[in-house]
């Protein structure tokens, strides 16, 4: 994160959180990871593409609206690949009353590539899932907004961090919701294997496209759906039910 991302968040944060000492501790409506698919198959075009995308659908006015209706929403990045690799990922930054996505946006567009290699969802599901365990995160609701182009790898590996049976049992534990979103340019039933393989939680779906150049019209209405009031309401109904 950029030093200017960093203190506008931190500010921002106390700001609403006031005398920690004296109050309970701020909790976030909304917690929203992109998983960003940075693979082999995906061409360093293709890649900086998917980032303009996004930063793109961050300063679009119809976004900024969803996310001033979703209350206050911290948002990170998380780019995966092979997972015999680290991941590469963003900080933290927290949206209130629709201000604070330009510096996301920006921070994701300068990002540079260090991620290639397999297919290794599990390992990008894992690192999100890191982020929203990181020391001092409250939330009410978290959910990570992953994208790729492929299966599981399912090729052995030396190392490898978690595989996506591992991701999808910590996902279920800590009751985070996953949404996909398929580039099925050359497996046709890529949306199938994500709904059945991949997503998860109350709410969870799966939307896909055929190729790349859909990506920009489909990131914009996967953001509305899995921020508009109704998925909200609909989750904290399933929370707050009883078991």
Known sequence: MSRWGKAASLALLLGMCGDASAAAPFCADVALVLAIDGSGSVTDGEYRFQKSAIAAAFRDDTIISVLKDAGTVMLSAVFWGDGEFPTDNLGWFVVHDGLGAEAFAGELERNERRVYGNTNIGNGLWAALDKLSEPGICVRRSIINLSGDGRETMAPKQRVRATLYQARLRTIQMGVTINALAIADEDQDLAGYYAKDVVRGTGGFTM?????????????????RELSPQFVASVARHRSAPH
């Open 208 to 224: 896909t496209i055929k190729n790349q150049t859909d990506y920009t019209l489909a990131i914009h209405q996967k953001l509305k």
